[in-house]
């Protein structure tokens, strides 16, 4: 039954406004928006508290939204939208769900993708697209970086962060310590003298892929913890890539090996 927003300000739809960023509940809520996001989350087995969408986007497709058992779905207008959320929105559609459970570091399967104090959503959720397309399904990030399901890293990923088993670890000391006791060889994305360049690794069947900060890269006692150093050739006078480029390129090469 669609349910007719007659008072924006009601105490179920502030959940719109409140779960910006990198804001979460303790209840593992989080805010999608943009029907290609909500409709792929639609489609996953994850559960979908509420939707609130304009009649344009029911018209188009309802179908899908009725395939799931969703408490409470809120007609509005891309008006009303707007002050709901507080600020200008382009989109027609957005939805309140339930992440899943973070992953054990024990569950995490061959192939790790591992973030450094990354800082940017858009590359948080950048590199998690790219290793959903991939096939790397495990996403080891700390504390202090963007959540994959925060609302911006999630529109960047399309919605396909849902696809990989998320490791929040909080001492990346403790956490590569703990990996390479589990078998993991723990290469690290950076430009040094002794890097071996990306043309002749090789790579181990069980590995981990460290991207550093945006800016600073990967600190040197990091490094020094670290299996072994990977660049990606260049032409002179070029630094680096893009972090969220060179992850896909490294997770590419890295994967076509195996």
């Not at 929105?89 to 399967?109: K, Q, S, T, V, Y």
Request: aromatic fraction near 8%; charged fraction near 25%.
């Amino acid at each position: 039954m669609i349910i007719k927003v007659d008072d924006i300000n009601t105490d179920e739809l502030q959940i719109y406004k409140e779960l910006r960023e990198n804001a979460f509940r303790s209840d593992r809520s989080f805010i999608a928006d943009s029907p290609k996001v909500v409709n792929l989350l639609l489609e996953s087995d994850l559960e979908i508290k509420s939707i609130l969408a304009t009649q344009e986007y029911y018209d188009e497709f309802m179908p899908l939204v009725q395939s799931k058992n969703i408490p409470k779905v809120y007609l509005t207008t891309k008006e009303e939208m707007s002050r709901i959320v507080g600020h200008k929105i382009h989109h027609n559609c957005m939805a309140h769900g339930i992440r899943p459970d973070d992953i054990a570091l024990e569950g995490a399967g061959e192939c790790i993708i591992m973030l450094d104090n990354i800082t940017s959503s858009e590359n948080v959720g950048s590199i998690a697209r790219s290793a959903a397309a991939l096939g790397v399904t495990s996403y080891f990030l700390p504390k202090s970086s963007p959540h994959p399901f925060n609302r911006r890293a999630l529109r960047v990923s399309m919605g396909y962060a849902h696809r990989l088993g998320i490791y929040i670890y909080k001492d990346i000391f403790e956490t590569i310590a703990a990996l390479k006791s589990a078998g993991y060889r723990v290469y690290a994305a950076e430009v040094t003298e002794d890097s071996t360049p990306l043309s002749s690794l090789h790579v181990s069947a069980k590995w981990v892929l460290l991207m550093g900060h945006e800016g600073k890269g990967i600190a040197q006692d990091i490094l020094d913890l670290c299996d072994e150093i990977v660049s990606i050739e260049m032409q002179e006078g070029i630094k680096s890539f893009n972090v969220g480029v060179a992850a896909s390129i490294l997770m590419y090469n890295f994967l076509k090996q195996q």
